[in-house]
């Protein structure tokens, strides 16, 4: 079970509390939690990534286990802590502003 | 009768509602705590489809929408009855607003201008406006910054753009305002369903004659001394456009400066400003009952963003323009400095006439007299984005 935390905005929007756990199947990347992410939220597609080129919104960052992931390959995979679920997959909105 | 305020804050939604004498007020919210709400709007056919634009910097463009007048919302397509629908698999795409390229258009537009002069790729930011049709209440159009005119015909699944309006050939003149390039509103025509009339910031005003498939700018008689051509075909900061339903040739602009009508549908502007004490400002709109009155606000100057002299006056034409008289009862006479956006107007259609405006300072005001006199409904709110108003049966 992969465990996600949502900066708060996203959780009211997804009408969450605390951490998401979710199921996935074959390798554990960036792009593949955020896939089982948005299949279960799909009111949460178009946050985290833009809707057509699947790029991070520039002020979502993306964070495990004390590294900033942000930058990495999506299809890279994700530590063996967050693909065994013993870390959360963090993302994070950017302190700005507002 | 019934009367539902529908207020868009910098974080949060609020609902106000009262009865026809409309002394009491039952404030709900906020609604989407946090975010940005543009705007919100109620279907003319059903008053409990409710649509709204929550925005952030952050996360992008939701649109969200209520059938229960304002209880319950839900990102359209994602309800927890078509989560379950064994057909129905979310698609996910009520937020995604991507404009058209596609070869059919005639004319992909790539770039407008930018506040140096260059050309700028158009992005795609929020909604700022929706309008919903007056006939299908799964019908909405969304003004667009960059300006662009989407509409759903799907109760807000999904939205695609109506490529002719952003494909003329004046595009690339567009430039921003100060508050990014948005087109802020959309009137559609009561009378003449193939004709509406949109207004963008800084390019002018647009009308279509086909129902969205071409456009043309509808400018004429505008004049704007910070363009290097003040009488240019687009380039005009329009704030505003208001129309009364019985007249939909007779529009009413609130243009950056100066307040303009026209009675040929925008074929020809003329000012109407005369003795306001400013004519800048941002909102215009239109007694339910008397299409010849009209309401302003103005504001001092296009870099203070406050009432004149620090007193918040609505000012009423009863004349179409040019004579304005002053509304002050009930509203601060002294050491006011908000302001009033554009979208944060509205009236009902009680008789006497109501009439509604929010505040960046977060009051709502309304005054159920025509404007003779004000009484705060709400205080305190986060600064208001947009009002509108519903008037149920």
Known sequence: MIRVVLPPHLRTLARVDGEVELEVAGAVTQRSVLDALETCYPMLRGTMRDHVSQLRRPLVRFFACGEDLSHEPPDAALPDAIAQGSEPFLVIGAIAGG | ?393
């Open chain 2, 1 to 393: 009768m019934n009367i539902r305020v529908l207020v868009g804050t910098r974080k949060g939604a609020f609902i106000l509602t009262s009865d026809g004498a409309r002394k009491r007020w039952k404030v709900s919210g906020p609604h989407f705590a946090g975010w940005e709400i543009y705007h919100m709007k109620g279907s003319p056919v059903d008053p409990e489809r409710i649509y709204a634009s929550q925005t952030s910097g952050w996360f992008g463009q939701i649109i969200q929408r209520s059938d229960d007048g304002g209880k319950t919302w839900n990102t359209p397509g994602s309800s927890a009855e078509e989560l379950k629908s064994p057909d129905g698999s979310p698609t996910g795409e009520s937020n995604k607003f991507v404009y058209d390229t596609s070869a059919e258009t005639g004319k992909p537009l790539t770039t407008h201008q930018w506040y140096d002069g260059t050309q700028h790729p158009w992005e795609f930011k929020r909604v700022w406006h929706l309008e919903p049709s007056p006939d299908d209440p799964d019908t909405v159009y969304a003004g667009v910054e960059d300006a662009a005119l989407f509409r759903t015909t799907d109760g807000g699944k999904s939205w695609h753009e109506l490529p002719g309006l952003r494909g003329s050939d004046s595009g690339p003149k567009w430039q921003p305002g100060a508050g990014g390039m948005c087109l802020h509103t959309i009137l559609l025509d009561p009378k003449n369903p193939q004709r509406m009339f949109i207004a963008i910031s800084a390019a002018g005003a647009f009308r279509t004659d086909d129902a969205g498939k071409t456009w043309r700018p509808i400018n004429r008689g505008l004049h704007s001394q910070y363009i290097p051509d003040p009488a240019a075909e687009v380039g005009h900061c329009v704030h505003r456009i208001a129309m009364h339903p019985s007249r939909p040739n007779t529009l009413f602009m609130q243009k950056h400066w100066d307040v303009m009508r026209t009675d040929d549908a925008g074929d020809a502007w003329r000012e109407v400003s005369d003795n306001l004490p400013s004519d800048f400002g941002f909102p215009i709109d239109v007694h339910a009952h008397e299409p010849e009155t009209i309401y302003v606000v103005p504001i001092k100057s296009d870099s203070e963003h406050y009432p004149p002299k620090g007193r918040l006056r609505v000012y009423r034409s009863r004349t179409g323009g040019n004579e304005w008289e002053a509304l002050t009862k009930g509203l601060p006479q002294r050491n006011c400095y908000v302001n009033v956006l554009r979208d944060a107007m509205s009236v009902d259609s009680l008789e006497p006439c109501g009439i509604y405006f929010g505040t960046t300072g977060g009051q709502v005001y309304a005054s159920t007299n025509a404007g003779d006199s004000w009484k705060p409904i709400v205080r305190d709110l986060p600064g208001v984005l947009s009002v509108e108003v519903q008037t149920l049966p």
